[in-house]
């Protein structure tokens, strides 16, 4: 079988292409090596390991197959330092700003060109996840501060805040009218034994309206219908918890068992309220009908476990993103993978 490593040595060796003639043995070796190793990790979709490899070759022998390995893994189209790792990228309803998650602070950014607006940076310790409200003009923020707050985005002043038990992973959200807010967190009760907490509270006073327990393991991602009369929540107990608008528990959607641990990372509900799909630690994300509970597709692919998912404004899209550092694009309705998005080394 002839493959791109032994390829770019009989370049090397007939002195053809950009490379050159090799004058260290030992140095000649590692790269032939590493190029190999890219390649398999390339047919793999092992991007990161790609991406380490042809960084480790001997600068000296890099030529065209370094660039072109290198094109193939990354399709990013703009580069934006950021202040802290890992983050989280929210669109704002209008499509014309964005929030990241960066540390304690979320900076608000104009969209496509990611320039920094403003920055939220009143919170003591990392923020967890923030959401705009429907109108653009607040911000939701959770943070391992142990509050929940909201903020106004025309002045950046903290507008009101609850207090939560522990500095639990947490999410947080509006609902489709912006008068109410949901958080979601997890708790021990007295006898030691987890269970997740949902609070319901009001984003203009902090007022809390409501306050319930669901399941038996840390909450990880919240979310409103379209028509604000459920919750989503994602939960480590392999369950997505449905609840009306009271916050009381409907019928769960249930996760396969696979014989991987399936806690759900993240949850989003498509735009038409048809749809939920859940990305969970088993690689896998699962879409569900709401009205139904049935399981209608299971996307598989990722390397690593899917850490969020969203659909797109028009519906007719599903982003996935995992700690494989890829993002995967699918079809909603036949849910074939249309694409995969390469760039990123975590």
Avoid at 120 to 138: K, L, N, Q, T, W
Avoid at 215 to 231: C, E, M, N, Q, Y
Wanted: hydrophobic share 40%; glycine share 8%.
């Amino acid at each position: 079988m002839i493959t791109l490593a032994t390829i770019t040595l009989s370049m090397l060796l007939s002195g053809s292409g950009e490379p050159g003639t090799p004058t260290d043995d030992h140095g000649f070796v590692a790269y032939q090596a590493g190029i190999a190793a890219a390649e398999k990790s390339l047919r793999l979709g092992e991007t990161r390991e790609l991406r380490r490899w042809l960084d480790a070759c001997p600068p000296a022998y890099r030529g065209w197959e370094w660039r072109h390995l290198d094109s193939i893994t990354d399709t990013t189209t703009r580069t934006v330092p950021t202040v802290a790792t890992p983050i989280r990228i929210v669109m704002a309803p209008s499509g014309d700003r964005c929030a990241t998650v960066e540390g304690a602070a979320v900076r608000i950014r104009s969209w496509p060109d990611l320039a920094e607006i403003t920055v939220i940076d009143g919170h003591d310790d990392a923020v967890y996840r923030a959401e705009f409200s429907p109108d653009g003009r607040r911000l939701i923020t959770v943070s391992r501060d142990v509050t929940a707050r909201t903020w106004d985005l025309d002045t950046g002043a903290e507008i009101a805040r609850i207090d939560l038990a522990n500095p639990a992973f947490a999410a947080a959200t509006f609902d489709p009218t912006g008068a109410v807010a949901a958080t979601c967190a997890w708790e021990r009760d007295d006898a030691g034994s987890v269970f997740g907490v949902v609070w319901l509270w009001d984003p203009r006073t902090g007022d809390v309206l409501r306050r319930v327990r669901v399941g038996v393991k840390p909450l990880s991602a919240i979310r409103f219908t379209p028509d604000g009369a459920h919750l989503v929540v994602g939960s480590w107990d392999g369950l997505v918890h449905v609840l009306d608008a009271d916050a009381d528990e409907t019928v769960p959607l249930s996760l396969p068992d696979e014989g991987i641990y399936n806690a759900v990372n993240d949850v989003a509900v498509s735009p038409d309220g048809h749809f939920v799909a859940a990305a969970s630690k088993d690689r896998t994300t699962r879409v569900f009908d709401l009205a139904t509970g049935d399981l209608v597709a299971t996307l598989r692919g990722h390397l690593g476990y899917v850490e969020g998912v969203s659909f797109s404004p028009d519906g007719a899209t599903l982003a996935t993103s995992s700690i494989d550092a890829t993002i995967a694009l699918w079809t909603v309705g036949d849910w074939s993978r249309r694409t995969i998005l390469r760039g990123s080394t975590g």
